[in-house]
C-alpha cells in the first residue's frame, strides 16, 4: 500500500463505528487473521436494552474470539473486544478494561470519543484508531486525542461509507492519517498482521 | 443538572495527570475525610474534567484550592463526583429473576425479608423494588434500606421523583419486566414529574453510608449493588466486596451489575454463582 508507512510498534486498535458499520466490520473481522497479535477494541453503537446478539451476529465470520470484556478484565493480546450495551467501556490503567454507567455521551452509551480517548490515554502513539460509517459526531474528538498523543488515524473513505457524518467530523477536526475503502483496511489488517510475523 | 456534552467534539477536554488527581484525592481525605484514592482511574478522571468544566475551573490546582478554602462547596463537589445515572428496572430479566426465584427462595425459609440497595443513587432501583414487593403481596413483610455516600442525591431519592422525560424508559423497562400492572398506577402525576405514591415511598429507610469507609451496620437478605464498585479499583473493589459479604445472611444473595464480575476477588470462592448472566450470587461460607 503506497505511503503507509506501517511498523510493528503498534500495540492495539481500536475501531469506532455506527450506522453502516456493521457490514464493514464483520468484513474486517473475516478477513483478520486467527493470529492476528494486537488486541482489537469495537466500539459499535447499539440498543441500550438488547445484551445478545451482537457477539454471535460480529462472530459468525469471525476468525478471532469476540468478547464482551466484564469491568477490570485483563486485556489479552490477540483477541477482539466489543463494548457491551449501555455501558461505557474504556481502558484503565493496568491494562483492564473499566466499565462505566455514566451520562450518555454524544447520545451514546457506549461512547466511541470514551474508548478512544481512554485508548489514546493508555497506548500514546502504540495506537491505531480506525472510524468507520456513522451517522452522528461521536468519535471524532477520540481520533483528535489519538492523534494528539501520537497514534495513527485512519477513517473509512467518505466515498465507501453508507453515512458519512461521522468520518467526515474527524475529517473536519483533526489529522487523519489514512482515508481506506474497506478493501484497503482489509489490506491494510493483513500487512500489518504479516509485519509481527515476521519479528518473532 | 446541566446538559452532559462535556466530550463534545469543538471543547478540548482538560487533561489531568495522574499526579493532578493524588494531590487532590489526598485534600479530600485530610479535609473531609472521603477516600477516592481508589476510584477507577478512567472514570474518576472523567468526572474531575467534568467539573473543571462545569464550574469553569482553570486547573485542577484551582479546584483544589475552592475545596479548601470553601467548605460548603464539598457537598456540590461530592454530588457530581459521583455518578448518578440509573433507570427503573435496568436490566428487565434481572428484575424478573428476582421476581420469579430469588424473592421466593428467601422466603423458603423466612417470613421476613431484608434488602440493602447498596449505592442507591436517586432511588430508582429502590423504586422497583418497592413495587415489585407490592405486586408480590409482600411490601409489609419487607425491610428495605437504601443508602449513599452522597447526602444531597439520597434527599433526591426521600422524594421519590422522576422528570416524565425519564418515565418513557422507565415504564419500557417495567413492561419488559413483565409487570402485572401499568406503571404510573404507583405514582402520583404533576405537570412535570410522577412522584412514588407514600405508602411505597415510606416502606424505605434511606441513609447516608460511605460503602469505602463506612463500617457493616446490619444484616440482609438481599444485598444489591449494582454497577457501584465499577467506578472502584480491583483493590477496592475487594475490600468492599468483604463488608458486602459481611452484611449478607449466610446463603442470603449478592446482585452486581450485568458485566460485573467477582473472579478477581479474594473471597469470590464464599459466593455460588446462581445465575451468570444476571449476576446474582449467594453467599455460601462465612
Known sequence: ?200 | MPENNYFSATKTMHEIEINEIRRLTKIIQDNYGFDFKDYAISSFRRRISRIIDLYKFKSVDALINRLNSQPEFFEEFLSEITVNVTEMYRDPSFWKEIRDHVIPQILLNNNKLSIWHAGCSSGEEVYSMCILLEEMGLLDKANVIATDIDTAIISRAKQGKISKKNMVLNDKNYHRFGGNSSLDKYFDEDRESYTLKSDLLNKVSFRKHDLVKGFVFSKFDLVLCRNVMIYFNQTLQNNVLYKLHESLFKYGYLAIGSKESLIWCDIANKFLVVNNEEKIYRKIKE
Open chain 1, 1 to 200: 500500500m503506497n505511503g503507509v508507512r506501517l511498523s510493528d510498534k503498534y500495540k492495539a486498535v481500536v475501531i469506532g463505528g455506527s450506522a453502516g458499520s456493521f457490514k464493514p466490520v464483520t468484513q474486517i473481522l473475516s478477513s483478520v487473521p486467527e493470529d492476528f497479535p494486537l488486541p482489537i477494541f469495537l466500539c459499535l453503537h447499539r440498543l441500550k436494552h438488547v445484551r445478545h446478539g451482537f457477539v454471535e451476529a460480529l462472530s459468525i465470520k469471525s476468525n478471532k474470539k469476540i468478547i464482551e470484556p466484564y469491568d477490570k478484565e485483563p486485556i489479552k493480546r490477540g483477541l477482539v473486544y466489543l463494548a457491551p450495551a449501555n455501558y461505557h467501556m474504556s481502558i484503565e490503567l493496568g491494562n483492564t478494561f473499566a466499565l462505566s454507567t455514566e451520562e450518555l455521551v454524544n447520545n451514546s452509551r457506549p461512547a466511541i470519543d470514551i474508548t478512544l480517548e481512554t485508548a489514546a490515554y493508555n497506548y500514546k502513539d502504540k495506537l491505531i484508531g480506525i472510524l468507520l460509517s456513522g451517522a452522528n459526531k461521536d468519535g471524532a474528538y477520540g481520533m483528535k486525542k489519538i492523534k494528539e498523543r501520537g497514534g495513527m488515524t485512519v477513517v473509512q473513505d467518505l466515498e465507501d461509507s453508507m453515512i458519512t457524518t461521522m468520518p467526515a467530523a474527524a475529517l473536519a477536526i483533526t489529522e487523519i492519517d489514512h482515508v481506506f475503502k474497506v478493501e484497503q483496511l482489509i489490506q491494510f489488517f493483513l500487512q500489518l498482521s504479516e509485519l509481527y510475523k515476521s519479528k518473532v
